[in-house]
Each structure stands twice: as C-alpha cells, then as structure tokens.
C-alpha cells in the first residue's frame, strides 16, 4: 500500500516553493502542473468509489470506468481556464500540457512506487504510453476547442464532443493493453502515434490565413 | 468468437474504413478553413463515431460474445449526435415552432427509449444518451417541413409506418404469443422505410434526407440482433457517404 497524499505533497512542497521565483507563463505551467497530480489523486478517489457502489471489480473499473472519470477531472480545470480567463488559445496550451503532465507523472510516481522500478523497458513502456496518452487526450480536447473557437462555434455539443472523443481514445488504450499480446502493443504504440498526428496538424488552422467562412 | 461476432466485427471494420474517407478531406479542407459550418460539425461526428466504432471492434476481438457494459463509446455516440444535431441547427432557416413537432419528437424518441429500457435494462444510460435524438429528430421535422423536400402525402406514409413499427414492437414486447406473427411485418416495414428514405437520399443529395437516413438506421441497429442488425449497419454505412455527399451540395448552394 502506498500513501498518495504523502506523495503528492513530497511532489507540491518544491513546487510551490518554485512559484516565489518565476513569473507568468512557467508559473502557470507549475500550477497546472500541480493541478494535474491533484486532478489525478482525486479521480483515484471517484474510480475508488465507483468501482465498490457499482461492483464492477477492480480491472473493469479500470478499462471502463476511470477513462470517463479521469478525462472529465482532467478537463474541469481547463475548461474552467477556458471560460474563466478567456485566453488566447497560445496561452491555454500550456495549462492544459501542464495539467495532463502533472496527472501523468503523479500516476507513474504512485505506479512505480507499488509496483517496483527494476525493469527499465516496462518503466519505459509506461512512461512512453500512459505518460503520452494523458498529454495527447489534453492536447486533441485543446485542438477541437481551438477548432471551434475559431470557427465561433464553441457550444454545449463541442465541449462535450471533444470530451467525449478523448474519453473513447482513453478508454481504447485502457481496453487494448489490459490483455497481453498483440492488442497490448498496439494499445502502447497508439499514444505516440496520436501524439506525431497532432504535432503535424497542430498549427495549420491559426496559420494567419484569414479567409472568410461559408 | 461465434460467426455472428465476427460478421459484426467485418462490418464495423467497413465501416471504419468508409468513416476514414469521408473523415480525411473534410478534415482537411476543416484545418484549412474553406467549409462549411455543418460541414466542421460533421467531421466532429464522425470523428466520434470512428473512435465509438474502433471501441467496439476491439472490444468483441478481446471479450467476444459477451455484452458490453456501461462504457466510453457510449459517450462517443452520443457526442456524434449532438454534432450532428449543431450542425443541422447551422443548416435550418426556419423561424417558426410548431408545438405538435416537438411533442411528435418527444413522444416517438421516448418511445423508443421505453424500448431500449424494456430490452436493455440499462434505463439511466437509454434516458440519458437517448434525449439528443429527440433535438435531433425535431431539427429533421423542422428542415424537411421548411425546404419542402418531401410531398404531404410522402410524409404522412413515413410517419405511418414507423408509428405501425413502433405499436407492433409494444405488442411483440408484451405478448409472447403474437411474437411471430408482428415480428415480420416489423422487419418488413422498418426496411421498407429505410429503403424508402435511401432512395430519396440518393435522389435529393439534401441533408436532412441523408441525415434521416442516418438516424433511422441507427435505430433500426438497436430494434434487431443478428442479421437484421447487420443489414441495418450496411444502411448506416451507406448512409455515411450519402451525408458526406449531401454537404458538399449545400457547400455549393451556399457559395
């Protein structure tokens, strides 16, 4: 058994000693950051709840549950950035990276630490996916809220939308490497196949081309 | 895995397939910012509907023949229709509200819903992911009235028969002994109606046909098991491509 909040204020005490000392953009990185192992212990907290009130044991919890779970608290704090602050889409870029990087890191720091680190290629594997697959499912719901805002159709159906697609994406990858074998590799290959697609793609809509919309 | 799974897993894999096309240039003329409104939603909800379907086909590869429960594509179909609704909301230039449309959509959707609940059990998610089709279907009611794509008399026999269908699937439910008897003309009727609306789809390329098309193959998959489901995703898949169609049409109406 691990003690998680005793983990996450190891991880917060130095960064929120860090905040005294920088300004502006790392600083919201830092508290996004910090946001996303907060986010992240609290959704182990529903998952934990949901999977003793709905007896779903503790591997479907796992494959369907959680993914709806994580992807809707990851979310929260970015949406509420979003409609809150109205930043430009330039600024909420790194809220959002900074809370799926905090989620991601405090997930494998508490992975690691009950289940051992003495295999490089599995620490790998996890880091590689898991630790993608958190920063891609941020980085498409910011792309299709990006996408909207710029076509000034942000609604109820877009948010939910793009939440809902990156939940599915999550949800796959959780259902594909909970059985070993092929469907494992392709589960780990999925998040940084994702994650090149949306480096390529990412800044063609706010290129500067101002052509009017039909 | 049992033949009817692995019929179920080809068929969606199509699917997946015609998903990608239609998805790939309306993607790209999305990023590079010469569409239309419905357009962009539409490539949001196919978007969903890609990933609900590769979901599924990796579901029934790794539990086949098991039932799914409560899961994330649920949520991506649900997102697919409130797409498709925001953009048929672009696409309608109808100022009136006529009370007996919305009752109509409420009353026949949650009718179906009772089904779903009666069939699946699962009533919180049937409710919850079952009301999108209600906005959904009234938009449909309200474009169709507005464009004068179908005659009166057209219309009424549509209505006809899936009010019929939908009487014929409370009787079947109810009564164990005429199941036979209502299950052929259900399945005859619910065809009959999608045969209808494709051949209209074809004809009139108008959105709100295809996207009928759409809706009322979707429901037909959740009335059947088995082969008949398998020939209602064939109407969905085909009704994919007729809706990709049917926006490029009004592209170039707009423009």
Known sequence: MIYAENVLICIAVPLVISLLFTKRSTRRFIVSFMTGMIVCLLSAYISGYLAISTGYGTEDTSIFLSPIVEEIMKFLPVLFCFFVFEPSPEDLKPTAVGVGAGFATFENCCFILSSGASHLGFVMIRGLAVGVMHLVTMMAFILGLRLLKDYKVISFAGIIGALSMAMTFHGLYNLLVSESGISSYIGYALPMLFALLLYLIDYKPFSGDDEEIV | ?255
């Open chain 2, 1 to 255: 895995m049992s033949d009817s799974t692995l019929i179920g897993v080809i068929l969606t894999i199509v699917q997946v397939i015609v998903l990608v096309a239609v998805i790939l240039p309306t993607g790209r003329s999305m990023l590079r910012r010469n569409t239309t409104l419905i357009a962009v939603f539409f490539c949001f909800a196919m978007g969903c509907y890609l990933f609900s379907n590769l979901y599924w086909v990796a579901y029934d590869c790794l539990r086949p023949d098991t039932r799914m429960p409560f899961a994330v594509n649920e949520f991506a179909e649900c997102a697919m229709i409130l797409f498709l609704s925001a953009g048929l909301e672009k696409a309608l230039r109808d100022e009136k509200k006529i009370a007996w449309e919305i009752i109509f959509s409420f009353l026949f959707i949650g009718a179906h819903i009772t089904l779903w609940i009666f069939w699946s059990g699962e009533w919180v998610q049937d409710i919850v992911f079952g009301i999108p089709y209600i906005f959904y279907l009234w938009l449909l009611i309200r474009g169709i009235r507005s464009r004068n794509i179908l005659p009166k008399r057209e219309q009424i026999c549509i209505v006809l028969i899936h009010l019929t269908v939908l009487v014929l699937e409370f009787i079947a439910l109810f009564s164990e002994e005429l199941n036979d008897a209502t299950y052929i003309p259900i399945v005859v009727l619910t065809f009959a109606g999608l045969i209808w609306l494709m051949i209209r789809s074809i004809k009139d390329k108008d959105v709100f046909t295809t996207y009928a098309f759409f809706m009322f193959s979707v429901l037909a998959m959740y009335s059947f098991g088995d082969l008949f489901y398998d020939v209602a995703m064939v109407a969905n898949t085909v009704a994919i491509p007729l809706m990709y169609l049917s926006l490029k049409k009004e592209r170039d109406k707009e423009r």
